[in-house]
């Protein structure tokens, strides 16, 4: 089946640091990759949806200058966060869409993000 | 815009019970429907989608649900649950066309006992 592969599952990293976060498609090739974000005990938020060989667009409210997105290749899409705070600390999912048809979005595993 | 509603946040039951975990969706369109569960930690695992044609849909796991058009509802069943079951489980909707972001429902967390 369609696996999603993200990188790091954790990080702790000091306050004003940058944390880039790698979503890869192993097996199959997304034009479109979603970035959400997801407080404990809630619901996933969209953050972003990637576009391979295009901008990012944004959700109303999410900083494009904070959250930096490159969806450099149909496999491979990152997301940075910039001067990393306290607030910014969550857990972070990307997912992937094959290209073909009606397929749904396949997941990666998270990356629990903390800041100190 | 489509908003999903999942009524119940928590539902606790007993190991081979049968549970249903309530979804209704509002949308002025036609959307594609899924459930996802999510276990401690980790990304979210596909159940089940329901894109067109019969509005009863079999997933993985044992679960199934039904689309009901009149009620906006998609409603998750599973006739016996397992303690391996207990999880937290996400009803979500997107458009059939576009990009099709998701718009996800609060959650239920799933409490199986023995």
């Known amino acids: 089946g369609a696996v999603v592969s993200q990188h790091p599952s954790w990080v702790i990293c000091k306050s004003g640091t940058s944390v880039k976060i790698e979503c890869r498609s192993l097996?199959?090739?997304?034009?479109?990759m979603f970035w959400y974000r997801q407080f404990p005990k809630q619901s996933l938020m969209l953050m972003a949806t990637s576009n391979e060989g295009s901008k990012a667009t944004y959700e109303q409210g999410v900083e494009k200058d904070k959250f930096l997105i490159n969806h450099a290749s149909l496999t491979l899409s990152t997301l940075t966060v910039t001067s990393a705070h306290p607030e910014d600390s969550s857990f972070y999912i990307c997912?992937?869409?094959?290209?073909?048809?009606?397929?749904?979005?396949?997941f990666g595993d998270g990356t629990r993000l903390s800041i100190l | 815009a489509q908003s999903v509603t999942q009524l119940d946040s928590q539902v606790p039951v007993f190991e081979e019970a049968p549970v249903e975990l309530r979804c209704n969706y509002s949308?002025?369109?036609?959307?594609?429907l899924f459930w996802y569960v999510q276990y401690p930690n980790q990304g979210l695992q596909l159940l089940l989608k329901y894109l067109s044609g019969s509005t009863l849909v079999k997933g993985i796991n044992g679960f199934e649900a039904e689309f009901n058009k009149s009620q906006t509802s998609f409603h998750l069943r599973k006739p016996s649950v397992h303690i391996s079951d207990t999880a937290e489980y996400f009803c979500?909707?997107?458009?059939?066309?576009?990009?099709?972001?998701?718009?996800f429902g609060s959650g239920t967390r799933l409490q199986v006992q023995p």
């Open positions: 979500a909707v997107s458009l059939n066309t576009g990009r099709r972001a998701l718009t």
């Open positions: 949308s002025s369109v036609s959307v594609y």
């Open positions: 097996d199959f090739q997304a034009t479109t």
């Open positions: 997912s992937a869409r094959d290209m073909g048809g009606n397929q749904p979005q396949h």
